[in-house]
């Protein structure tokens, strides 16, 4: 049953309205970037008594592809679009699944079949491996279109006064994806479980985007000048902390500990949460 709905997933138009978007993003970005690139060139180009030529030089030479591809993981707004487009995403054609499936009377049917505990383990488990197949193939693409963009003349990235070489790149980008999979799994497996106590499949769809997006960035904003342990717990809510690239929080190691604990309790909070749900929907899902 696993392979089946996620082979349903993966070959239907929901893959490519995200990955189209996601690549539409992707592009605006790198052609930001390309113009800053193309700045650099005439400033060098110029000759200009004032510059310093080495530098320049190194700094144009550092536009290869993995600039393209984390200067869009670092904060870009095109990448806070593309997060806040992810969680609509998932929302509205992944974790509303549940609902709509109960909303046509085919969840009772495989529910009567096999049972509630059974039937929700193996939509969690398809929607799981849907949702790293989709971010996989949007990190490839817009890795393979940054090369493409910026060519392979040289592989090393420099973020600050650190240079990470091409090992060094390809781990990070593991690393990227691994935490980005696991936020979006984490998030869908949460709202997913919501179908146990609200039954709008609407609120569902936009149950993403509202608790994982809006309503942090709205506290973020609000409480911006408070210090002090109420604006540790906003960082720890904020989506944008998780997914931007690793190359931009892996400074200081305390930080790097904080965010695996923090992630660690996420993911343990929504599996509690799933057998919670779980368990109250098996006698009153029918």
Partial sequence: MVKTEYK?????????VVI?????LTALDYYFSFLEYMDFVHEYSSGAPDINMAAMKEVISSFNGFRY???????SDEFCIFCIFIFIWTGVFVSSEAARQ??????N???TRCGYSAYIKYINRAQSLYLMTVISIIFILQLAAGFIAGGTNTLWYKN???VYHLAENILIIIGSYIIFAFYCICINIIVSSCTAFIHSKYLIQAMPVLLFAFIPLMAGSVMANVAGWP??????????MYLSSLSSIIQTASY????VISMLLFLSGALIFSYCSRKKMEKNYL
């Fill in 20 to 24: 189209i978007a996601a690549m539409a």
């Fill in 231 to 240: 604006q540790m717990v906003i960082d720890l809510i904020n989506p944008f």
């Fill in 69 to 75: 591809f984390f200067s869009f993981y670092q904060m």
């Fill in 109 to 111: 049917y495989l529910v």
């Fill in 8 to 16: 349903r997933y993966l070959f239907s138009y929901r893959t490519a």
């Fill in 102 to 107: 109960k909303e046509t009377g085919l969840g």
């Fill in 160 to 162: 600050g006064e650190t």
């Fill in 256 to 259: 790097v500990v904080v965010r």
